[in-house]
Structure formats: C-alpha cells, structure tokens
C-alpha cells in the first residue's frame, strides 16, 4: 500500500487548522457556539473534557506536521 507523504501532510494540515479553529481565545467550547456567562466575565476556566482533547490533538498534530516536513525536506536533499 503506497501512501503518498503529500497527501498525509495535506490531511494533518486540514485537521490541523480544524483543531486550531475550534479553539477560541479565553472562551469554552460552550461559548463558542451561543453559550456564555450572563455577568461577561472573562475568567480563566481550567480545560476539561472536549476543550482538553482539542488541546492535545493540536499539539500532537503540529507535532506530527513539523516531524513530516522536516522528513519530506530529508528525503529530498
């Protein structure tokens, strides 16, 4: 099975960008989508649940992104 590396790192950069905007500065997931605090505070919320696995998948795919640039930059010189 031959996976081209291009369209592996087109995939990461899709989901990527998907993960990052699904973030939003100071604000819960929640919040992002209608819900919000009555008084309009903003409070630094600890991440939980969903916003905590969005986290993750960010940084573990930008790591993935980088590792496969950096070994498509490799296999070319």
């Known amino acids: 099975m031959d996976i081209n590396i291009g369209t592996v790192q087109a995939i990461i950069s899709v989901l990527l960008i998907v993960s990052i905007l699904l973030q939003n500065r ?44 950096v070994f498509n930059l490799t296999k070319i010189a």
């Open 26 to 69: 100071g604000t819960g997931l929640g919040e992002t989508f209608g819900g919000g605090d009555i008084g309009g505070g903003n409070s630094y919320q600890t991440k939980r649940g969903f916003d905590k696995f969005l986290f993750r998948a960010t940084i573990v795919l930008a790591i993935a992104f980088i590792g496969i640039a």
